[in-house]
């Protein structure tokens, strides 16, 4: 199948790599070293629809197709993975809103998302469950008008800067899959609380929390979809969220591939410049190969979610989600090698594509529950 980019796509990005240049790589070391969320460039990203920019247009958002959004997030990642994963999941959760909610949860939230006002969560791991989703133990129990909700949900994106969410529990406990049910949450609700998770390897600048859910009460109108059909909803979703990480991984490793080519030009050893000796150029040349291969395969992904054919979409979003974020790393950690001592140091971006590339191959599925995903539509 042959894929091209259309004009308007070209200058999507563009007009990203524009606004990652100017808004997000200066400032990236700085928003790194202080685990600094980017709330004031998150705001500007939005003037420019780059916050959730497949938010339709009646509810204030860009209506962009899955491959504008594929590219807005690669560009996003390639100016700085942090920041590009702030600004960039400012909108986690919507999608079941959007596909599942009801018209007041869309004209209340959806347009302060889109208008970078405030940002949304996705609230589906648990400290015990994050691989099987099917397992978590997060209770909803139905007490007249409304459900009382007690759970934990861990690695929150967005976990303390979010002021609505779209957590995932179970309204007949034992029923596995069969009994989750999607709830929007109000992160100010009484028993409702977070705590920071400041010590990660990498994308700094993404806020990440556990949220602690105590006897939170929630009216019925506050159901997203239908009750016991959570589980069914969110894989609807599953494909489009792995495009989208797979496309991450692709912007990390072409900023890490940049960031090694300009290095490679001005460093000299042995009077000439290191780009000159073969196995710095080689080793240029099999990063730029990877990630061409990995964004061909991304595009594809996303065109089939664009065309909404989900069995292929599942298949190759699984693939590119897996090729893409397991030649992040190579790629990245090539760049570290390229740079010599220069790329174990925080004065060079290499360090930071390196640990920001990692986490593409564990969240929205880890490269192994990939491969399960793969070889049962294969075999
Ligand atoms: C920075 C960050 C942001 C995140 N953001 C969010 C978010 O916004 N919302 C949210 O809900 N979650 C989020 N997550 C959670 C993320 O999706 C999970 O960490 C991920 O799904 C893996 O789950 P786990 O950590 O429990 O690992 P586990 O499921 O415990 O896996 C541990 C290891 O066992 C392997 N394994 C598990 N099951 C199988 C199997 N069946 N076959 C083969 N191998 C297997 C895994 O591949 C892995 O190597 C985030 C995580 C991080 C680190």
Partial sequence: MAFMLSEEHQAIREAVREFGENEMSPVAEEHDRAHKYPEAIRKKAAEYDFVAPAIPLEYGGAGMDKISSTIVTEELWRADPGIGSAVGSAGFGTNMIIEFGDEWMKEEWLPKIANGETASCSMISEPAHGSNVAGIETVAEEDGDGYVLNGNKMWITNGTVADVGVLMANTSPDAGHKGITAFLVEMDRDGVSTEKIDNKLGIRASDLAEVIIDDVRVPKENVIGEIDHGFYQLMEFFASGRTSVASQAVGAAQGALDA????????????????????????LAEMATKVEAARSLTYRAASQVEKNNQDVAAQYSSMAKLFASEISVEVADEGVQVHGGAGYVTDYPAERYYRDARITKIYEGTSEIQKNIIADQIL
């Fill in 260 to 283: 090694a080519i300009e290095y490679a030009n001005e460093r000299e050893q042995f009077d000439q410049k290191i780009k000159e000796f073969q196995a710095i150029e080689h080793k």
